[in-house]
């Protein structure tokens, strides 16, 4: 996961000037920025993806489940299997259907 401390570094600026200008031009510090985009990703791999929940949680970075689950119904206002059933139902059912199956040849 990137940290505000990279991006400084990587543009050749204090941390706090990345913040205030990230602040100043989006109105949103960089947290809410990142989770912003770590939901984002979620919600395309829930829906283009047969990886399940917990390994979604945990290729985003997150090393405890509650938190990425707090994370996503904060951002979301549902759990993530609510989130799946609601806007994708019938690509879920289908990827259930062949979760742990392997392309044979």
Known sequence: MVT?????TYFAYHPNYISGLLRKQTGRSF???LLDLRMRRTALLLQNS???VEEIAELLGYRD???FH???RTHFG???REYLA???PLQ???SQCFRGVRNIG
């Open 86 to 88: 609601r806007e994708s």
């Open 92 to 94: 879920h059912r289908i």
């Open 70 to 72: 707090k994370a996503f």
């Open 4 to 8: 505000l401390k990279q991006v400084a």
């Open 31 to 33: 947290s809410e920025i």
């Open 50 to 52: 047969t990886l399940s």
């Open 65 to 67: 489940k509650s938190n």
């Open 78 to 80: 549902c759990t993530p």
